[in-house]
């Protein structure tokens, strides 16, 4: 957990992360309070009072069980074509989308509502991403090479970064959200300067598509994985390569930095995780115990947990420090294919092949809750910054809004194919007219699948790229929604 300070100088905004990675319920606020006042001199007495309400705050979150239970209550078509991705604002008040449809759509939460239509992409928008935690803009990805930079309230396109030779499949704003970097099957990642739209740089090294991309925290180093097997640190003041993390057998599938930018985790194809220090590029750990695939890897908030995920039905979770094996999340029926933690950092959310999303117990490992209802297998899972809103992308594109006795939950589905195991197929869409669908707004406490149908109108399209590994949502007929009656 952290504060975020903003603050002037010489007329730009500038921010400022205060770790509070030791933060418990234990905790004495005025303690912490008199640290943070000695070391960072931007809290002064007068904010004092107000800096102390945001550790209470802090540690209230921490306090919270969450343990409340879903209940269906909306459903809505979100985009003609399949869905590619989803991410949420900070505040979780807003989410947006990604479709092969060409377009991102910036929806509300609370209402399910579509607010604007980012229209301008020629192909697939593939990558997508707010600049939290500011939440004010928001850039888009696509097969047609680009990037766009958005207006989150209005929808405007402020810029068109061109340069990539392939597509884009990946992006990340900076914590300061000055730069936008982009990965691209052409084997390098750029940087992209969210003021003027000029390129910063062009970072070359690997000799394979940059699947994953991640900023640090500081936002001086960012770090990239590809299918060549190898993972590097990047300076992002000179675009310079600091170190290449050598050791993994196969294909990258994710790369993240902890909290404190003292650490990466990877996860690879090679059925292992592995840990290395940011510093020295040295791998300090390998993380070994799953019989297939690893597809996702994350650290909670506090750095202090690792999360796998894997093909073979199971996710693990370890210890950072001792990288201890502490727990199997067994009970899937088939691949995880996304794993990461709640906010407050007590629970695991994974999506599965099986159509089931799950919602785990990070002390025991048991199973709290099997999230049920999608005819599809779940490819991908994000909790809002409170906990309290989930996105889970399926097969079929319909939005569920969940709900509990005191609160809401939002759940998305999002239609895809997995054409074959690990297999990334980019394809080109030709235009074709969509058929009528019917959005259902209901509110019951429960409800039951009546049906569904297809279009054999829509055919399938050419696939005109074939890489080794990863998802794809494209070459099939669409369906309807699907309809749901209370039950």
């Not at 990239?224 to 640190?233: A, L, N, R, W």
């Not at 908030?301 to 502490?326: K, N, P, V, Y």
């Not at 055919?459 to 007929?477: K, S």
Request: charged content about 20%; hydrophobic content about 35%.
């Amino acid at each position: 957990m952290s504060i975020i300070l903003e603050y002037e100088t010489r007329g730009f905004l500038r921010t400022k992360s205060i770790d509070l990675l030791d933060l418990t319920l234990k905790t004495d606020p005025d303690e912490l309070l008199e640290e943070i006042m000695q070391s960072e001199p931007l809290i002064t007495e007068s904010r004092g009072e107000q800096v102390k309400k945001l550790i209470i705050r802090l540690q209230q979150k921490q306090r919270q069980e969450d343990d409340h239970k879903f209940s269906f209550s909306k459903e809505l078509k979100a985009h003609i074509l399949p869905l590619t991705n989803v991410a949420f604002d900070k505040s979780g008040s807003r989410f947006i989308t990604g479709s092969y449809d060409r377009t991102c759509r910036i929806w509300d939460t609370t209402l399910g509502i579509e607010q604007h239509t980012l229209e301008g992409h020629r192909n697939v928008v593939y990558a997508i991403a707010f600049n939290n935690p500011f939440g004010d803009k928001i850039a888009t990805g696509s097969f047609d090479k680009t990037c766009k930079l958005w207006s989150a309230e209005t929808g405007k396109c402020f810029h068109t970064f061109r340069g990539h030779m392939a597509e884009i499949v990946c992006l990340a704003f900076n914590p300061q959200s000055t730069l936008v970097a982009t990965g691209s099957m052409d084997a390098t990642a750029k940087l992209w300067e969210v003021e003027t739209g000029r390129e910063v740089a062009t970072l070359t090294g690997h000799t394979a598509e940059v699947l994953s991309l991640c900023f640090n925290s500081i936002g001086n180093q960012l770090v990239t994985g590809s299918f060549d097997h190898t993972v590097i640190i990047w300076d992002v003041a000179s675009g310079r390569p600091v170190h290449t993390l050598i050791g993994h057998q196969a294909e990258i599938s994710n790369v993240q930095f902890n909290w404190d930018c003292s650490l990466i985790v990877t996860g690879s194809m090679d059925k292992t995780g592995k840990v290395w220090e940011s510093g020295s590029g040295k791998c300090v750990a390998t993380l070994i115990g799953h019989k297939l695939e690893v597809l996702d890897v994350c650290f909670d908030l506090r750095g202090q947990l690792i999360a796998t995920a894997s093909s073979d039905g199971t996710a693990r979770l370890f210890s950072a420090s001792t990288h201890e094996c502490l727990t199997t999340l067994e009970g899937h029926e088939g691949e995880i294919s996304k794993i990461c933690f709640s906010p407050q950092g007590n629970r695991v959310l994974t999506a599965s092949s099986d159509k089931t999303a799950r919602l785990w117990d990070v002390q025991s490992g048991v199973c709290l809750q099997v999230l049920e209802g999608h005819t599809d297998e779940i490819f991908s899972c994000v909790f809002n910054y409170e906990g309290d809103a989930i996105i889970t992308g399926t097969i079929r594109p319909q939005l569920h809004r969940h709900t509990s006795d005191d609160n809401c939950r939002l759940e998305l589905s999002i239609k895809a194919s997995f054409l074959a195991r690990h297999k990334l197929v980019i394809a080109h869409f030709a235009a074709v007219q969509p058929p009528a669908h019917v959005c259902l707004l209901l509110q019951a406490a429960r409800i039951t699948l009546a049906g569904s149908g297809t279009d054999p109108s829509l055919e399938p399209v050419d696939c005109t790229h074939h890489f080794t590994w990863g998802w794809c949502c494209a070459c099939m007929p669409l369906s309807n929604c699907t309809t749901f009656i209370c039950g």
